[in-house]
């Protein structure tokens, strides 16, 4: 899994002439059944021609390319794992290696030629790694289904992208508890029902989301546990008829285990799903942060005031200052939970193993991936810029606020709670019919 931690790998000799030689000629050791990209999955049982439509309906390749690096490092830790088994020589597995780490470095550099054919990553990976090495490219794919290859290559994407959201849920996390810890001293309405209930803290406040978000931190740890598992080595759903080892094959992926069933293994995308639950209900969060930002930084409140580079102004208002970045927040959540529910109706209808319907779980797990990888640093950028005004918070303050107090006063007092509740609300109504505060009323009244 660290092939690619020290940067580009630099293709051999013997291959960079290869590339060469082929823009004139072409390579007498390239099967021509394995050349032909799309044709890998069409194989001698077809003698028909595709209808061009098809091709595209059929093709993944828009989407799933960004899995290049995952396709190339699980391919060369089955080159090895074939190698184990006797199937490939030492000099075989080697070669393999030499041709994927090349076309890795295309890929890394950009210069990879997608080509008519090139259905998904996967063969797209396999035809340019055997035209660059010949027919020993063909031997790549012995006992390895496509059902199996793509489950793999989406886990090892979803270990990485887990761990770079995790690093900004903490980032995020550590701003709302640094603000806090720094302006616990403002005080501030708390709000049920948006009615102004009893003043709180705006650090309390804060610190309900940082709550919120170390949740969302910690299922993603637990979550982590389920995605790395490996399923690779199982075929397309019966299990490998060459006796693979699993077990050293997960090893040389950084995998924790293998997925013990081998129809689990190429139907399951429940760890999808899972993932896209945990990214709506992260999203749901970054909505009600959003939405009490939007309320406390209206003209009407007052309670914070936003920084410009998280604002926008308005094409015909020269005075307005609105709050697009949180407006987006909370927009993008419903996009977030309708990735997660389209996703969940397409899965329960399939029954079990690999089923085409399952090539729609990526392009909703990237979206919901980038969507809220994104939110996350705005909404951290949003926070850690906001200007709170204290003086606003005070002003927004008022006597009914301590009804509660009163009551629990009454209660201190040897009162029931019951009749202190009454008492004390009976005190607000009062004030309320004499056009006066609390503090107003004289003690024959109270």
Known sequence: AGIFAHGRVAAAPSLQRQRRSMSDTKNPDVSSVSSVGF??????????????????????????????????????????????????????????????????????????????????????????????????????????????????????????EIKSLKGHLKSLVRTAVERAEAEQDLIMPGYTHLQRAQPIRWSHWLLCYAWQWKRDVERLEEMEKRVNLCPLGVGALSGHPFGIDRHALAADLGFDGIVMNSLDAVGDREFILEFLWFSSCTMIHMSRLAEDLILYSSAEFGFVGLADAYSTGSSLMPQKKNPDALELLRGKSGRVIGQTVGL???????????????????????????????????????????????????????????????????????????????????VVKAAEDRGCTLDKLTGDDL
């Open 39 to 160: 044709r890998l999955s069409r194989s001698g049982r077809f003698s028909g021609e595709t209808d061009p439509l098809m091709e595209q309906f059929n093709a993944s390749i828009g989407y799933d390319k960004r899995m290049w690096k995952q396709d190339i490092t699980g391919s060369i830790a089955y080159a090895s794992a074939l190698g184990r088994t006797g199937l490939l020589t030492a000099e075989e597995v080697a070669k393999l290696h030499e041709g994927l780490k090349a076309v890795g470095e295309e890929w890394e550099k950009g210069t990879f030629e997608l080509k008519a054919g090139d259905e998904d990553i996967h063969t797209a990976n396999e035809r340019r790694l055997t035209e660059l090495v010949g027919s020993v490219g063909g031997k790549l794919h012995t006992g390895r289904s496509r059902n199996d290859q793509v489950v793999t290559d989406v886990r090892l994407w979803m270990r990485d």
């Open 344 to 426: 969940m109706v397409t899965v329960k209808g399939t029954p079990s193993t690999y089923n085409k319907d399952l090539q729609e779980d990526k392009e909703p797990l990237f979206d919901a991936a980038d969507t809220l990888r994104a939110c996350v640093q705005i909404a951290d950028g949003v926070l850690a810029t906001l200007t709170p005004n204290g003086a606003k918070m005070q002003a927004a303050l008022d006597l009914p606020m301590l009804a509660t107090d009163l009551s629990d006063h009454l209660v201190r007092k040897g009162v029931p709670f019951r009749e202190a509740h009454h008492v004390a609300g009976a």
